[in-house]
């Protein structure tokens, strides 16, 4: 069965570092999301990405946040400057179509730990 | 602007009793409706969705849920819990229409007593 991938699992990183997490969507999905669950607390939306482009972003994500689907299959979450209060588990999910269905499939996540 | 509202961050429940997870969500637009649950240590898996069509859903591992639109509720049962489905369940609402982004719930810690 597809599923969503995301690399590293952990990362571990100095603040002020820049890091990437990667993310390989279904492969006939067209939306893509991420969203980061801070230790203890619930889901939070970040991004959702459509037809290449940012289609919604939350105010968590300001302009330290980045997104990118640089060759058709991967999809990039980059944080330019991290801070310790981006400490969080990441994770990215797909959907296919409208018409594919309306549920959102989820990678397992990727820690990230600023310190 | 969309709310999900879950009663209940810990419950516990004996083996073989009914499980009751409450879900109340705030939607301006008709929602569709999910749970999700997440085991330690791992990602999130759809365990059920509302999406406007039949409003008693059923769901992976013995799941359903039941969409009210005048108490705007969609809380998840099991009619007998089993060791397995310790874990934490989240509830979410999108809206019906556009990216669909979801909004989640706080969740619930499931503990399932021997």
């Known amino acids: 069965e597809p599923e969503v991938t995301q690399t590293p699992s952990h990362q571990v990183t100095q603040m002020g570092q820049e890091v990437i997490l990667r993310c390989v969507p279904i492969s006939n999905h067209l939306y893509f999301y991420w969203y980061r669950q801070i230790l203890g607390q619930k889901v939070e939306f970040l991004v959702s990405?459509?037809?290449?482009?940012?289609?919604?972003k939350s105010e968590i994500f300001d302009d330290q946040f980045s997104v990118e689907r640089p060759d058709g299959s991967n999809f990039t979450l980059k944080i330019r400057s991290t801070k310790l209060e981006d400490s969080a588990m990441y994770f990215c999910?797909?959907?296919?179509?409208?018409?594919?269905?309306?549920?959102?499939?989820f990678g397992p996540g990727t820690r990230l730990t600023v310190t | 602007a969309q709310s999900v509202t879950q009663l209940g961050s810990h419950v516990s429940v004996s083996e073989g009793a009914l499980v009751l997870l409450r879900c109340n969500y705030s939607s301006s637009v008709p929602p569709y409706l999910f749970w999700y649950v997440q085991y330690p240590n791992q990602g999130l898996q759809l365990l059920l969705k509302y999406t406007s069509a039949a409003t008693l859903v059923k769901g992976i591992n013995g799941f359903e849920a039941e969409f009210k639109k005048s108490e705007t509720s969609f809380h998840l049962t099991k009619p007998s819990a089993h060791m397995s489905d310790a874990a934490e369940y989240f509830c979410a609402v999108s809206p019906n229409f556009g990216n669909e982004k979801l909004t989640f719930g706080t969740g619930t810690r499931l503990t399932i007593i021997p």
């Open positions: 990405f459509y037809n290449n482009e940012i289609s919604e």
């Open positions: 999910a797909s959907r296919p179509s409208r018409n594919g269905g309306h549920e959102q499939y």
